[in-house]
């Protein structure tokens, strides 16, 4: 039964180290996500604020729609960001999830065994207690043991 538990138990552990990969690599993946987010969104501002002194200052209609259109693309890729930002959190989540499940796991079947163990020494102390219990009878007695022949 304890080789049984402590398969289990090398099981839950790999289990556990392979879940809390999966958490660090997504956390990381999410701030590098919302890093890079955080940049376009600024270089968004920046463009138009340079938008809006080019067209201060006069520049052609086109120049103005193209400039203008290319902003919109931009903001439109923010926001695709910005849904895939909210997968990866979700992700995050349910990656937190499964670490701290795992790690339940483990340290109920640590308890399990630790138990057994504890089961297992309490019988073999309840064991020689009686052995040395028996000897001293027998010593005591003096009548026990094979008698010559």
């Not at 969104?41 to 138009?48: H, M, N, R």
């Not at 006069?58 to 695709?80: H, I, K, T, Y």
Request: aromatic share 4%.
């Amino acid at each position: 039964m304890s080789k049984v538990l402590k398969l289990i138990l090398q099981f839950a552990k790999n289990q556990e180290s392979r879940t809390g990969n999966q958490l660090k690599r997504l956390n990381g993946e999410l701030r590098r996500s919302e890093a890079f987010n955080q940049q376009v969104i600024e270089y968004v501002q920046d463009y138009e604020k340079q938008m809006l002194d080019t067209a201060s200052k006069g520049a052609p209609v086109a120049f103005l729609q193209d400039s203008s259109a290319f902003r919109n693309r931009l903001q439109a890729g923010v926001e695709e960001q910005e849904g895939q930002i909210a997968k990866l959190n979700i992700a995050m989540v349910n990656a937190r999830e499964q670490a701290i499940e795992s790690k339940l796991r483990v340290q109920g079947i640590e308890k399990v065994l630790a138990k057994k163990k504890a089961e297992m020494l309490a019988q073999r102390a309840r064991r020689e207690s009686l052995e040395l219990e028996d000897c001293i009878i027998s010593r005591l007695h003096g009548d026990s043991g094979t008698k010559s022949a």
